[in-house]
């Protein structure tokens, strides 16, 4: 069974950095797709930053140049550093993985990031 459980989110001020931590369980995740979406109050879920088991890196234009993902297989964890934090990052971050792109989408219970001005 694949769990995804998500840490370190919080409250922060404008300009200030969080790092979330995502620790995955119940497979073997090197072959499997892993990132970070993010869900704001009214919106959508959007995709913040996708490693791929290919090693591809993407990340949402309103979040290039200062977040950054990383993963390690060995541990099975997917991480995000956030610098330069705005207002407008403020959202419930969920951990995402999946199956080489073609199995089901898993999902973490999300983080809360609060971004004070």
């Known amino acids: 069974q694949v769990q995804l459980v998500e840490s370190g989110g919080g409250l922060v001020q404008a300009g200030g950095s969080l790092r979330l931590s995502c620790a995955a369980s119940?497979?073997?995740?090197?072959?499997?797709?892993m990132g970070w979406y993010r869900q704001a109050p009214g919106k959508q879920r959007e995709l913040v930053a996708l490693?791929?088991?290919?090693?591809?890196?993407m990340y949402a234009d309103s979040v290039k140049g200062r977040f950054t993902i990383s993963r390690d297989n060995a541990k099975n964890t997917v991480s995000l550093q956030m610098n330069s934090l705005k207002p407008e990052d403020m959202a419930v971050y969920y951990c995402?993985?999946?199956?080489?792109?073609?199995?089901?989408?898993?999902w973490g219970k999300g983080t809360a990031v609060t971004v004070s001005s």
């Open positions: 490693r791929t088991s290919g090693f591809t890196t």
């Open positions: 119940g497979a073997i995740f090197s072959t499997w797709d």
């Open positions: 995402y993985a999946r199956y080489m792109a073609v199995g089901p989408a898993y």
